[in-house]
């Protein structure tokens, strides 16, 4: 099948970027999106090109880190997929695709496809985690979950922090990525001990790193690759009103 | 050179005890004089330099990724082994410890093994404290199954995303430690190089893969803990950034390898599809709990799979080794499926792959069952393939894997560079020839969690007086000009082929010679045809844009180079081991019905090599392994 690319270059951040046209043929529908760019570097290169640079890794789905803007949608056409697991079967003969990358204010272009989204990491760093050291832990059979809490716990959990969330969202918001973290925390009893630092001190990082309001449109969990639930979202408000609450007690 | 292993003394099961009780503690008013370096960010990394800090050390960690979480312990999926024994079938450490040395045929050492398994039950606490959502029983109990090479059930698994969830446990107390200032995060930065000072390594060269820019970092001491070198076959179940150049160029400092040539290959990925592809992902190993797998009777069939009766179906597994059936550990998995492909029984449009069948699972347990256990493995396989696995069998092919092979490590896991430790998958040690499923994230964590944080602690106490070291020394100005020099080589050669031209037609040579099967004249033609493609390369590769800026095929032109000269001492490994041992199988070495035939008069020892320069050929130096708990018997599935 043939492809015609229209795809986001920009040499790095300071830069303006541009959008420039390539043309691909004789591709195998069962290429990954991926291999596709791999095949039109390998055609950049031996022309003398630079290589479009974009960010993957694993090539499994759960790393996440590739992710870019595929026909001005997150991950592209399917549901709950990331980039490296879309397939050239999911388009036409022909079709021309719009690749750009994640557009978001805290999640800088750093050149190309490549974006910075070490905000994420700054949001963990604030509170996403269970204060224990190496060593302190009881036998793992003295903290009793429930099958349903610990299957619960996982939906959240899986959250593979792409930033397909945030960079679908009209807002540039993180709500879906820090919910999830607090939501699986917080629904294990391990993780209830710092339930109102936690959330306050996530909801506070994530503000700071210019990450916009959620306003309830859900487009979020339609584009995340997890299926991460906007159910997530209405924990966080509950449990950040809570924590305000009872900080001011 | 004599390889001090340094095995405490007492017995087995006091051995780790013993050591520390003895080692030497450094006082916490002393730590933050002291500065260590961790290159890696997956289980073995994260946990270590989380732990380091916790403890008050100053940690600087290192990985190229764009962030800690996303190292490839994240792509495990089946589960973590711990000799817990809440199943009450029978499960103990000393099980563990044997079925662990039996599975890597007797090829690594028993102190280490006996450890792992030891470790394994606080690695369950620690995990579960730190909130990984493990599989429960309704009661609230852990749950757990069984796995390849083992008849107990002892793998605790949260769903098939097991290696996510633990690097996430460990991931999150690395953030909190950056969070605390305790550790340093250096992310999207590549180690290009070691630098010793007197004999000891201080300290480490980096390129910022983001602006391109070299910089110098110097610490007391450096942890390797970068993963394997798997991805040197170019198709394999491993990361596309996954590579083996940090452990690579602290052996040419002069830490030995070990045991290079054992590298796994799984049975149970996804068949290779065409030319154009990049990668072959691994579908878990757990699903050989229900899946059944099986090839047609008749060669070259063209009958779809669910129109193929059950009597003209055959089960090499459970025919060939019916006491372990379909749970065969990987490498007598892998093998028998290479025989039944090669003997023209092979299915798929390539006729390379063999069925995994869950139709007899489903109907006992029912579909929603089976959805719970592996429906994400099922959700993958779809949108790889197109094909509903619940509707026919599963297609699956053997792929390179897991690196047993690695920097050698004594009982500390330091290597033969003082001040250098290899923690995880960038060491040789635990796993012997072949690796048990369910094994690499354990054997990852507890290098991480509870081992080095002693071990390192018990050189750094020897390091109090040290003072800072300075990154501004002949020595760092040396290991950073070579860095420089290279790249700028590189660039230069301008070339007409790609670098993954190369890699590619590496991993090639590697499959066909250097794979699943191995013999005397074709190691000896992949290592000619090895010097002549790394002489192509350097007269050929083309390197597009500059060395100071963001340039990924400059990364990439790196890693292939030094996978030339690893691909080579993996040849070199292969040919000197006249035996057949797990993941090795020499052709010559064979029952007349295809089993591995191993030699213990003459190869019970680890082979560890030493660089000797440019174009001459590695030194081997042997260390013996004593087994004084298990005699080595004949390593039997049936």
């Not at chain 2, 054992?262 to 992902?281: A, E, F, M, N, R």
């Not at chain 2, 045809?529 to 790196?558: H, W």
């Amino acid at each position: 099948m043939d492809l015609h690319l229209k795809i986001w270059r920009q040499k790095d951040r300071q830069s303006e970027g541009q959008l420039v046209n390539y043309n691909l043929t004789e591709l195998n529908p069962h290429m990954s999106f991926l291999e596709m760019l791999d095949i039109l570097n390998e055609k950049l290169i031996v022309e003398g090109d630079e290589p479009v640079e974009f960010d993957h890794d694993c090539r499994e789905g759960i790393c996440g880190q590739c992710g870019m803007m595929i026909n001005g949608i997150a991950h592209g056409p399917l549901e709950h997929t990331t980039t490296c697991q879309l397939h050239l079967r999911s388009f036409k003969d022909g079709e021309t695709v719009l690749i750009e990358p994640f557009r978001a204010e805290a999640f800088p272009v750093k050149r190309d496809l490549k974006v910075d989204r070490s905000a994420f990491d700054r949001i963990i760093s604030s509170g996403g985690f269970v204060s224990v050291n190496t060593g302190q832990a009881p036998d793992a059979t003295a903290i009793a979950v429930t099958h349903q809490t610990a299957e619960e716990a996982f939906d959240s959990a899986a959250c593979i922090g792409c930033g397909a969330c945030v960079a679908t969202c009209k807002n540039g918001s993180a709500a879906l990525f820090t919910s999830a973290k607090v939501t699986h925390l917080v629904l294990l009893p391990q993780g209830k001990e710092e339930r109102s630092h936690r959330v306050l001190n996530m909801v506070k990082q994530m503000d700071a790193e210019a990450f916009g309001h959620c306003s309830n449109t859900e487009a979020c969990e339609v584009e995340c690759p997890q299926g991460i639930s906007v159910l997530n979202i209405a924990r966080m408000n509950y449990e950040y009103n809570r924590a305000l609450f009872f900080r001011k007690l | 050179m004599i390889l001090n292993s340094k095995i405490p003394e007492g017995p087995l099961e006091k051995k780790w005890e013993n050591y520390k009780k003895t080692a030497k503690l450094v006082n916490p008013a002393n730590r933050k004089k002291l500065e260590v370096i961790v290159v890696g960010t997956g289980l073995a990394g994260s946990s270590v330099a989380a732990s380091l800090g916790e403890m008050g050390y100053n940690v600087k960690s290192f990985c190229f990724q764009d962030s800690p979480r996303r190292a490839h312990s994240v792509a495990a999926q089946g589960g973590v082994n711990a000799a817990k024994n809440y199943k009450n079938d029978g499960d103990s450490i000393y099980r563990m410890f044997a079925d662990t040395l039996k599975g890597g045929d007797f090829r690594a050492r028993e102190a280490n093994v006996y450890r792992m398994a030891e470790c394994s039950l606080n690695l369950i606490d620690q995990a579960v404290a730190q909130g990984v959502p493990f599989g429960r029983e309704y009661g609230g109990y852990l749950n757990n199954r069984s796995f390849g090479g083992v008849q107990v059930s002892r793998t605790f698994y949260a769903r098939g995303q097991t290696g996510q969830q633990l690097l996430l446990g460990a991931y999150q107390a690395l953030m909190r430690q950056v969070g605390k200032k305790s550790v340093q995060l250096f992310s999207r930065h590549e180690m290009l190089d070691l630098v010793l000072v007197d004999g000891k390594a201080r300290g480490i060269v980096v390129r910022n893969l983001d602006t391109g820019e070299i910089e110098r970092h110097a610490a007391h001491a450096v942890i390797l803990a970068t993963g394997g070198y798997g991805k040197i076959y170019y198709l394999s179940t491993l990361a596309m950034g996954c590579n083996g150049s940090a452990i690579w160029r602290a052996h040419k400092k002069g830490a030995l390898m070990a045991s290079p040539s054992w590298i796994q290959v799984h049975p149970t990925s996804l068949p290779q599809s065409g030319d154009y592809q990049s990668k072959l992902t691994l579908m878990s190993e757990s699903l050989r709990n229900d899946g059944r797998i099986w090839v047609p009777l008749n060669e070259n069939e063209t009958r779809k799979a669910n129109d193929i009766p059950e009597n003209e179906r055959d089960y090499y597994l459970e025919r060939r080794y019916p006491a372990f059936g379909n749970l065969a550990p990987r490498d007598i998995s892998s093998r028998a499926a290479k025989e039944r492909i090669d003997a023209g029984f092979g299915i798929g449009p390539l006729k390379n792959a063999v069925y995994l069948d869950f139709s007899k699972a489903i109907k006992e347990q029912g579909k929603e069952k089976i959805q719970e256990k592996y429906g994400n493995l099922f959700d993958m396989y779809l949108k790889i393939t197109g094909y509903d696995a619940y509707q026919e069998p599963m297609m699956i092919s053997p792929s390179a894997h897991f690196s047993m092979g690695g920097l050698w490590v004594d009982y500390e896991l330091m290597t033969t560079i003082p001040g250098l430790f290899a923690l995880g998958e960038a060491n040789f040690a635990d796993h012997g020839a072949n690796r048990l499923g369910a094994n690499s994230l354990l054997q990852a964590s507890v290098d991480g969690y509870f081992i080095a944080p002693y071990t390192i602690a018990n050189y750094l106490s020897q390091e109090i007086h040290t003072g800072k070291i300075s990154t501004d020394t002949p020595e760092f100005d040396k290991a950073e000009s070579n860095i420089k020099q290279q790249i700028e080589d590189f660039i230069r050669i301008n070339g007409t082929k790609t670098v993954d031209y190369f890699h590619k037609t590496l991993g090639k040579l590697l499959y066909d010679y250097c794979g699943l099967a191995r013999n005397e004249e074709g190691l000896k033609y992949a290592i000619g045809e090895i010097k002549k493609l790394k002489q192509e390369f350097y007269r050929d590769v083309k390197v597009s844009g500059k060395g100071n800026t963001m340039n990924t095929e400059l990364e990439k032109a790196g890693r292939v180079a030094d996978y030339f000269e690893i691909g080579e001492l993996m040849c070199y490994d292969a040919l000197t081991r006249n035996e057949s041992c797990g993941a090795h199988f020499r052709e010559e070495f064979q029952t007349p019905d295809g089993e591995a035939v191993r030699n213990d008069a003459e190869f019970q020892f680890i082979s560890a090599w030493a660089w000797a320069g440019e174009n001459n050929e590695p030194e081997l130096i042997k260390e013996p392994l004593v087994f004084e708990e298990i005699q080595p018997t004949v390593r039997s599935y049936k």
